[in-house]
């Protein structure tokens, strides 16, 4: 056990000083964009779990301009917009941000309150622009000649048939129950 953890302690010693360069996403050399942040499957996640991340991982990244990806697109964004326009309008006792929860601040703290306004401009700004990039992905989508029921058809046949798709969704069950199981002998 002092063996394997003096390996792990020089290996952490190893890395924490070596300075990471973000590369990801991965961006051409001539994109003025940088990437990001850093990713490394190896360092930043568990043996155990490598094998199932890197396959949901590339199952996600091969999904292309697919009926179902416009779906799903569609389906999580919108709540995420709701999401953001609840917050700009601020309704009371739902949150703590929002035009109308800074506004009926004015009387009891003017300086909360103006603090409050321009968290809700910033949610204002995220809300509009949130909305643009909906009409953007939504005229795309419309000129891909993707439809619900194409969505519907992909996911029928394409994802629950995908062996890659039902191998990581065993391996993520498989790995559920086996956590849940030790817990309970744990007790």
């Known amino acids: 056990i002092a063996k394997s953890s ?3 302690f020089q290996k952490f010693l190893k890395f924490s000083l070596k300075t990471k ?4 996403p991965p961006l051409p050399k001539f994109s003025p964009v940088n990437p990001c942040f850093y990713q490394d499957f190896e360092e930043e996640i568990p043996e155990d ?8 991982y590339y199952l996600w990244m091969c999904t292309s301009d697919s009926s179902f990806s416009f779906f799903f697109f569609f389906f999580v964004f919108f709540f995420q917009v709701a999401v953001y326009i609840i917050q700009t309008v ?6 703590n941000s929002g035009w109308i929860a800074s506004i009926s601040m ?5 300086a909360v309150a103006v603090v409050m306004m321009v968290v809700a401009g910033f949610f204002t700004v995220n809300a509009a622009l949130a909305v643009v990039l909906l009409k953007i992905v939504h005229s ?14 992909e996911f029928s046949q394409g994802v629950l048939t995908n062996r890659s798709f039902q191998n990581a969704a065993s391996s993520a069950a498989t790995s559920a129950a ?3 199981f030790s817990r309970g002998q744990g007790n």
């Open 178 to 180: 086996q956590g849940a």
């Open 106 to 110: 004015i009387r009891s703290n003017l």
């Open 21 to 24: 360069e973000n590369n990801w």
């Open 6 to 8: 003096e390996r792990k």
């Open 90 to 95: 601020g309704i009371p006792r739902w949150g």
């Open 140 to 153: 795309k989508y419309r000129r891909t000649g993707a439809s619900f029921s194409k969505a519907q058809q």
């Open 49 to 56: 779990y490598r094998r199932i991340c890197k396959r949901m």
